[in-house]
């Protein structure tokens, strides 16, 4: 079975066109790489872009919509595969059981919370799977800066840092998603005396 990329991605048509470039250009470096998409289903912003690019590509596309937004008219019918469900917390898990790695391009509240739901899976230990956050023009500098008080401050450990990777470029995203494999987690809890 081909491997899938989950991407993770804004909706949004109002953003700076280099946004949708760089999502044009994973579109076709996961295709080249031997990678399928699973992602949000959608035909609008980043998620259209994206999956556009995998399928001029002969790639193959896997969205994964819930049935208000298909009725708003906002998927990509397109898909090789367009799976229906009922809600957004439907989404999230058919698509993390279908994909071998994560990738978070920029995006809104949507795609960080997707994302953090995997890093969360991540530090639990439930998910195994590599995790990219593509840092397109110090997009998630702020948050990384984040991770760092987080962990300062002891709300996690120094080895869950190695649960996610950051790529700079689009090539970068597959060299990070191989540096993350075998990456373990470390027990989430402290010893408390």
Do not use: H
Not at 15 to 41: H, I, N, S, T, W
Not at 86 to 100: G, P, Q
Not at 124 to 137: A, G, H, R, Y
Request: charged share 30%; hydrophobic share 45%; net charge neutral.
């Amino acid at each position: 079975m081909q491997k899938l990329l989950c991407v993770y991605c804004s909706s949004s048509d109002r953003l700076d066109p280099k946004y949708a470039a760089a999502a044009e250009e994973l579109g076709r470096e996961l295709v080249a790489r031997g990678f399928g998409l699973v992602y949000g289903g959608g035909k609008t912003g980043l998620m259209g872009a994206v999956a556009r690019a995998v399928k001029s590509r002969g790639g193959r596309v896997v969205g994964v919509i819930p049935e208000f937004m298909k009725a708003r008219e906002l998927a990509y019918d397109e898909a090789d595969e367009l799976v229906t469900v009922v809600t957004m917390r439907e989404r999230k898990l058919l698509m993390e059981a279908r994909a071998d790695a994560f990738v978070a391009l920029p995006g809104g509240f949507g795609t960080l919370e997707e994302i953090m739901e995997i890093l969360t899976l991540r530090q639990l230990d439930v998910v195994k799977k590599p995790c990219v956050f593509f840092n397109q023009d110090g997009f998630y500098d702020d948050l990384i800066k984040l991770f760092e008080k987080m962990l300062a401050e002891k709300f996690f450990k120094p080895s869950n840092m190695d649960l996610f990777r950051v790529a700079a470029s689009v090539s970068d995203i597959f060299t990070q998603i191989e540096a993350a494999r075998g990456v373990q987690a470390e027990s989430k809890w402290f010893q408390t005396r």
